[in-house]
T-cell receptor, first 112, second 115 residues
Framework: DAKTTQPPSMDCAEGRAANLPCNHSTISGNEYVYWYRQIHSQGPQYIIHGLKNNETNEMASLIITEDRKSSTLILPHATLRDTAVYYCIVSGYSSNTGKLIFGQGTTLQVKP | GAVVSQHPSWVICKSGTSVKIECRSLDFQATTMFWYRQFPKQSLMLMATSNEGSKATYEQGVEKDKFLINHASLTLSTLTVTSAHPEDSSFYIC???????????FGPGTRLTVL
């Protein structure tokens, strides 16, 4: 599975959009980009995933560049409850594996 | 929604004893479950992949005789930490993959403290 690179930390003002970048320059054609977040001492929470098209759900939007070498997770109106570690993971869509290998993620601190 | 539970949520045990942690998918069948370990201020580390009805596949460096995994049904996987020692104290998290897609749903985690 391709490796991802994320900034270790970011700050965001409450109510503003939080844009979390992720580089995955070695991504292969059948690999998806997944985003999870982990609030302190809890299990990770699924946010969104995509292959090559931009995706949006009730939590966030995922923007994937045309060459698929990077992506951005957008939380449109960050709240204090969005403070968490955000993980960008690249994984193949396989019924036999589908392993998620977590990197260090980005610690997002939403400030009032 | 897809809910995964873990039991117990925390456990304290004496060194040398064995501890069993259960992971259940409550509203879907999970053909594959995963077990992770997380030390303080670190990321999640994948320990093993568990497929229903077959032997678990362990990641490199994880002792299969120490961390016994059983996936006897489509809704239950168990992790047994045998002869636990203080260095096994950690946050253990499971996830379950729903059959129709590749989304994984995580349990709330089990905090193990070995005295």
């Amino acid at each position: 599975d391709a490796k991802t690179t994320q900034p270790p930390s970011m700050d965001c003002a409450e109510g503003r959009a939080a844009n979390l970048p992720c580089n995955h320059s070695t991504i292969s054609g059948n690999e998806y980009v997944y985003w999870y977040r982990q609030i302190h001492s809890q299990g990770p929470q699924y946010i969104i995933h995509g292959l090559k098209n931009n995706e949006t759900n009730e939590m966030a939007s995922l923007i994937i560049t045309e060459d698929r070498k990077s992506s951005t997770l957008i939380l449109p109106h960050a709240t204090l409850r969005d403070t968490a570690v955000y993980y960008c993971i690249v994984s193949g869509y396989s019924s036999n594996t589908g392993k998620l290998i977590f990197g260090q993620g980005t610690t997002l601190q939403v400030k009032p | 929604g897809a809910v995964v539970s873990q039991h117990p949520s925390w456990v304290i045990c004496k060194s040398g004893t064995s501890v069993k942690i259960e992971c259940r998918s409550l509203d879907f069948q999970a053909t594959t479950m995963f077990w992770y370990r997380q030390f303080p201020k670190q990321s999640l580390m994948l320990m093993a992949t568990s497929n229903e009805g077959s032997k678990a596949t362990y990641e490199q460096g994880v002792e299969k005789d120490k961390f016994l995994i059983n996936h006897a049904s489509l809704t239950l996987s168990t992790l047994t930490v045998t002869s636990a020692h203080p260095e096994d104290s950690s946050f253990y998290i499971c996830s379950a993959k729903r059959g129709r897609d590749n989304e994984q749903f995580f349990g709330p985690g089990t905090r193990l403290t070995v005295l």
